[in-house]
């Protein structure tokens, strides 16, 4: 997941490049309708961790991926409307997907730092 956020922020940040040509349009377009493959691998990790509530869990990450397809566009629709153009877009979506890595990463490390404690834990109990 850190891995398709981290490629998702840079293919954003190169697409306002891209506008001056189609083929590089075509495949910069191509490339974002790729970062698709975050949802998947959302929902699988979801359906892992929450035992006994993996409807809630789905239902949960709908509410978020609903959320976030609303929250993009009216940020980019913001920063078109302040006179950014519309390649301004592409660093707007890179800015959210840096967000998203940003909090990736702070869950993944707070997970860890929880495993670690429960081992510890276990090992002192034993």
């Known amino acids: 997941m850190g891995v398709i956020l981290l490629l998702s922020a840079g293919i954003l940040l190169a697409f306002p490049s891209t506008t001056g040509s189609l083929p590089a349009l075509l495949a910069a377009c191509f490339l974002v309708a ?18 006994g509530a993996q409807t809630l869990a789905a239902a949960s990450h709908h509410a978020a991926f609903n959320m976030a397809n609303a929250l993009g566009p009216w940020l980019a629709g913001i920063a078109i ?5 519309w390649s301004s877009t592409g660093y707007v979506g890179a800015t959210t997907a840096t967000i998203g890595l940003v909090i990736f990463l702070a869950a993944w490390r707070h997970n860890e730092k929880g495993l670690r404690s ?3 834990y276990q090992a002192s109990v034993s």
């Open 34 to 51: 790729m970062m698709g493959a975050l949802g998947p691998a959302l929902q699988t990790h979801l359906m892992d961790v929450a035992h």
């Open 81 to 85: 409307t302040a006179g950014y153009g």
């Open 118 to 120: 429960a081992e510890a």
